[in-house]
């Protein structure tokens, strides 16, 4: 079982509709990212989170410690939110990041 | 632009070729990280930096991948006799030192590797 799973892989949706990316995660796992890679494979870091919810514009993160699964809401989604979003877990004492597979998303206008 | 910058962007070269990379992170950020990226996959942990320091390696990275961090600022990643199964992207990134909580992770655009 990978350290970081997400879901779905790839996900369609048409302009103003409500997005939702799941991610479960394992133990050792401490600070939870959502990440957004474009074509051409820059990645940026959208949330980072220990607890809690946090929003940003018409983006919105979850984390359940509990239950060790965060998800990443899109609002009113628009053509230029199509991307790559990608779960990742700070692990051990480095930090270093323990990736998701990523889940491909595609608005229409 | 996140401010971290790699060189080059892309390279392409044939099997059994050596190949360096160059990652310039931000300034004051003292910890680095090199991850690859194959395709539709996401990426993975290669080595990290604390400083100058090399403190933790991936078991990826085999005898073949060598990275260095002189003076704790840029950071060279070197695949010697490359094969290609090497073929991937290559990202570095780095972030502040914290004390108290956990920062986050600067990407830059990464280097994709093509091995002919």
């Known amino acids: 079982k990978n350290e970081v799973e997400q879901s779905p892989q790839n996900l369609t949706a048409q302009e103003g509709e409500f997005i939702t990316i799941n991610c479960s995660y394992s133990?050792?796992?401490?600070?939870l990212h959502w990440l957004q890679q474009h074509p051409g494979g820059g990645i940026v870091s959208l949330f980072m989170?220990?607890?809690g919810k946090k929003k940003h514009g018409r983006l919105i993160a979850t984390i359940n410690i509990q239950e060790k699964h965060s998800s990443l809401h899109i609002t009113a989604s628009h053509p230029r939110d199509s991307a790559v979003y990608i779960c990742?877990?700070?692990?051990?004492?480095?930090?270093?990041?323990?990736f998701g597979t990523g889940t491909r998303l595609q608005v229409f206008p | 632009d996140t401010g971290v910058s790699q060189d080059p962007r892309h390279k392409i070269t044939k099997r059994g070729q050596n190949v360096t990379f160059r990652c310039d992170p931000i300034?004051?950020?003292?910890?680095l990280y090199w991850y690859r990226q194959t395709l539709g996959q996401g990426p993975e942990f290669l080595t990290y930096?604390?400083?100058?320091?090399?403190?933790?390696k991936s078991r990826l990275l085999s005898d073949r991948f060598s990275a260095e961090r002189p003076k704790g600022s840029f950071s060279t990643l070197e695949i010697q006799r490359t094969e290609q199964g090497d073929s991937a992207m290559y990202l570095c990134?780095?972030?502040?030192?914290?004390?108290?909580?956990?920062?986050?992770?600067?990407f830059g655009p990464g280097t994709r590797l093509t091995v002919l």
């Open positions: 930096f604390q400083n100058e320091a090399q403190l933790e």
């Open positions: 989170l220990s607890s």
């Open positions: 990742a877990g700070g692990k051990g004492t480095t930090d270093k990041l323990i």
């Open positions: 300034s004051e950020h003292n910890r």
């Open positions: 133990v050792g796992i401490s600070a």
């Open positions: 990134a780095s972030r502040a030192a914290s004390v108290r909580s956990y920062n986050e992770q600067f």
